[in-house]
């Protein structure tokens, strides 16, 4: 009857013909069914059911659109989203995408199932790679079909697994292995990089990101634009001590055209692996990596007794969890601990502060 749609044979295949919304008008649609009448039957009864779900207003009917769309169209449609939006995970986003281009290539997002997923997640470990890796591999493919769902392309997305993560690292430096790295390291803008990062704990991505338009030189404060954070929210930084003396060496290398505080010859500072392997080496220091710095900062901050919500501050913490996470208590802490714990107890009155039994009876007597 008119209205119900039809079947028609077009060579070998069946072909299925319905009325849906598109741009705001009912248009005709037509499209391939399968080899036999009954799976032609079928496709058409769902898409009668995915119109009725539009007009309902649950949902846009997108038709064989989303049986098309393949992660990688998903996948550049988050990336383009983040541009849009300035996010500067963006990079992040990037990296992790290759794994997972590389491995669902061009697969229809709708044949993406939690089987799937687990054969990922198989083979990357297989590679070696890390839980909390793998994680953020998924969570960037998660968050293109969240996209796309809230984007009405596709109308369903799978379950996605997660891994349980238990490597957060506990690395922090001494002092006295600190400064051996800094006379290993060779370069004195990496230097004034890393001691800037040793006393502030600030991300590395922020200290880059510093430039002389936030330095005040009346009130020696420099202030982290809301732009630059990684929270979205500025905040500033008192110079004195050696800050101030960091601040002083970069002025005496400030460079025209080049606004940046922090440099490698007038160029924005880079990653500088290799160097800070071969400090490593001759420092006879090992399993360390910069970013132990900031977990040393924190510490450090603590210990002198900076209250927390300062150092939440200068650090750019802004949850408690993240925070203490990072406030990490090493074995010599523990020691000091229970040595002023003993040392407490030796100064406490040896003398009994009741009577025995046997003492008041004879008292009685």
């Not at 996948?75 to 963006?90: F, H, N």
Request: charged content about 30%.
């Amino acid at each position: 009857m008119r209205g119900d749609g039809r079947i028609f044979k077009r060579g070998d295949k069946c072909w299925i013909s319905y009325y849906a919304p598109e741009n705001g008008k009912s248009v005709e649609h037509r499209e391939p069914g399968g080899k036999t009448e009954a799976e032609a039957k079928k496709l058409l009864k769902q898409r009668f059911r995915e119109v009725a779900v539009h007009k309902s207003g649950l949902r846009p009917f997108q038709g064989p659109k989303q049986e098309r769309t393949t992660v990688d169209e998903l996948l550049q449609a988050l990336e383009m989203d983040w541009q849009i939006q300035g996010r500067k995970s963006l990079p992040q986003l990037r990296s992790h995408a290759k794994h997972i281009r590389a491995f669902f290539a061009m697969d229809r997002a709708l044949a993406v199932s939690p089987d799937r997923l687990r054969d990922y997640i198989a083979l990357r470990q297989k590679e070696g790679a890390a839980s909390a890796t793998i994680n953020r591999e998924l969570e960037g493919l998660q968050r293109a079909f969240a996209l796309a769902l809230d984007s009405g392309a596709l109308a369903m997305a799978p379950k996605f697994p997660s891994l349980p993560e238990h490597n957060a690292r506990e690395g922090f430096f001494e002092r006295g292995d600190f400064l051996a790295i800094l006379r290993n390291i060779g370069d004195a803008d990496v230097s004034d990089f890393l001691e800037w990062f040793f006393f502030t704990g600030m991300r590395p991505g922020e200290i880059r990101s510093l430039t002389w338009q936030a330095f005040d030189r009346e009130t020696w404060t420099l202030r982290l634009h809301a732009r630059d954070a990684k929270t979205g929210f500025g905040r500033a930084v008192a110079l004195e001590g050696p800050l101030q003396e960091i601040i002083k060496r970069r002025m005496g290398v400030r460079q025209f055209g080049c606004d940046l505080i922090f440099h490698r010859g007038g160029k924005p500072m880079g990653e500088f692996r290799k160097l800070w392997k071969s400090a490593c080496t001759l420092s006879n220091i090992t399993g360390r990596i910069p970013y132990d710095l900031r977990r040393t900062a924190v510490r450090n901050m603590i210990r002198a007794g900076v209250p927390e919500g300062v150092a939440m501050k200068i650090s750019g913490h802004r949850t408690r969890a993240v925070f203490d996470r990072y406030n990490i208590t090493s074995e010599k802490d523990l020691r000091e601990a229970v040595s002023k714990t003993a040392a407490y107890v030796e100064t406490l009155s040896v003398k009994q502060s009741v009577e025995p039994i046997q003492n008041v009876a004879r008292m009685e007597k």
